[in-house]
C-alpha cells in the first residue's frame, strides 16, 4: 500500500508556477556571429538550434509531491543534458537529438519475473495511467542541480499492472539501443578509451522502483518529452543522483539479483548501485556537500535524499550509507 | 648562442622582424591571446555563457591557461626547428597569458565554488587531490611571473634560467590537473595536450644527450 504523506514545505496544486511563467523564456540563444565564434573559444557557448515541435500533453493533474522552489526554464532543462549516447558534451544533446530520435514508434517491452509481461507500443504502455505533473528537484553527480516540472506516471502503477512474481527484487532498465540514432553508440571500442558499454541500463531495488516519488516521465513543462531530455519516456527517482534516471527507456525488466547499472560498472569506486543524492558521502574526486543549482552562481548546500527524506530514508533503515554509496 | 641552424631552411621565417616590426607581433599577440578573456565578460555582461556560466568560465579560463603554458614549451622547439631566434621574444608576453589564465581559473573558483570563504577553500584544496596539483601548478607559475621583467633576469643571471626550470612541473601538474576531472569519453582534448607535452620535453631531452655526445 502507498503511504502518501505531505510535508508542511509541500506545495499545494494551486500554488504551482503557471504556465504564462513557464512560457517566459529567457531568450539566450541568439543566432550571431558572435556566439558562433564563441562556441569555438569558449566552450560553454551555444550555437542556436531550433525547437522541436513537441505536444501540448493537456491539463495535468498537480501532485503534493511537487515541490514550491521555483523551476529552471525550458531553456536551461533542454540545453544542457548529459545524455552520452549523443556525446558527452552538455550541449551536444540538444545539437544531434532533436530529429534523429523518433519517438514513434515507441516499443516498451516488459519482461522477466513477472505475470504480464510483453511488448507495448507506446500508446497501449500508458492506457489506462493518468499522466500528472511533478516538480521535483534534480541533483546531478556532477554537482549541478535543477528543479523540473516533469509529466508522468508513477513507475509503481506500471509495476503492479505488470504482477511481477516473488522473485522479482529488482527493477532493471534499458536505454533504447541503435547506433544510427545515437551517434556515441556507433563510436564504440577504442581499447582502453573504450567507456560505456551500450546499451545504457539501470536498475532499482523493488521497493524503491514501488515508491510513490518514483516516475515513469513522458514529458516536462506540460509537453511531450523533448529528444535531450530522454525522449519519449524516461525515469525519474529524484532522491539519486540524475544518472540513476534512465533515459529513453525500451525495456523494464524484472530479475531476482542486483542489475548492471552503466555507471557503477564503468567505475564502481566513484559510482555506487544506490547513488542516493548525500551530502556526507563524497565522490572520490569532488565534495557533493553543496551544489550549483542552474541559474545561481554562488552554491548552496545539498539536501539528504535531494531533500525527500521524509518519503525515502526508510528504504535505507540500517544500512551503511557510507559503504552503500 | 649555438642558434641559426635551420631544419626547414624557412629564410624568411627566420629573418628577425625590426623592431617596429617586433612591437606589432607583440600587440597582435596581446590582441589575440585576450580574446578569450574578452569574450567570457562579453558573455558574462550579455548572459550568453550558456546555461552554467560558471562552468563556462572555469572550463574556459582553464583550457586557455593548458594552451598557453604548452605555447611557451613551443617556442624553443620552434626556435630551433625555424631558426627563428626572435620568436623567444615573444615567450615572456605568452608565459603571462598563462598565467593569467590560470589565476583567473582560481579566482572563479575562489570566488563563486567558495564565495572567498577561506576555510573551506584549504580544506576543499587539501582533500581533493586534482585542487591541489591544479592550486600546485599555479603556485609554480608564481615566482615565473614575478621574475618575468628584464629588471628580475639581470639581477638573477644563471639562477634565472634554472627557477624558470618550474615550468616544466607546472605544465605537467596542469594537465595531471586536466585529466583528473575527466568522465568516460572525453580523452580526445587532454590526450592532444599530453602528445604535445611529451613532444616538448621529449625533443629536449633527445637534443640535450645529442649535444652532451657531442659536447662530452
Sequence with gaps: MLIKKRRASDVLPSEITPESIYRDRRRFLRTSALAAAGSLLAPGWSLAKPMEALEPLGELPASEFSTDTPANTYEEITTYNNFYEFGSGKEDPMRL????????????????????????????????????????????????????????????????????????????????????????????????????????TEGLRMDEAMNPLTLLATGLYGKEMPSQNGAPIRLVVPWKYGFKSIKSVVRIHFQETEPEATWNQLAPHEYGFYANVNPNVDHPRWSQARERRIGEFFKQDTLMFNGYQEEVAHLYAGMDLSKHY | MRGGQSVMGAATLARTPSPAGLRALRVGLFAVAGLPAMMLVVGLVQGELGVNPVETLLDTTGIWALRFLLATLAVTPIRWLTGAVWVVRLRRQVGLWAFFYASCHFAVFAVFDHGLALAPMIEDIAKRPFILVGMSGLLLMLPLALTSTRGWIRRLGKRWRQLHWLVYPAAVLGLVHFFWLIRANRWTEPLIYAALLAIFLGWRAWRRRGVALRDG
Design chain 1, 97 to 200: 537529438a532533436p530529429g534523429r530520435l523518433e519517438h514513434r514508434p515507441w516499443t516498451v517491452t516488459v519482461s522477466g519475473e513477472a505475470e504480464n509481461t510483453g511488448e507495448y507500443g507506446f500508446d497501449d504502455f500508458m492506457r489506462g495511467l493518468t499522466v500528472e505533473e511533478r516538480i521535483y528537484r534534480l541533483r546531478c553527480v556532477e554537482a549541478w542541480s535543477m528543479v523540473i516540472p516533469w509529466a508522468g506516471v508513477p513507475l509503481a502503477e506500471v509495476i503492479r499492472r505488470a504482477r511481477p512474481t516473488s522473485r522479482a527484487k529488482y527493477v532493471k532498465f534499458y536505454t533504447r539501443y541503435d547506433p544510427q540514432v545515437f551517434p556515441a553508440q556507433a563510436a564504440r571500442g577504442m581499447g582502453f578509451l573504450a567507456s560505456i558499454d551500450w546499451p545504457y
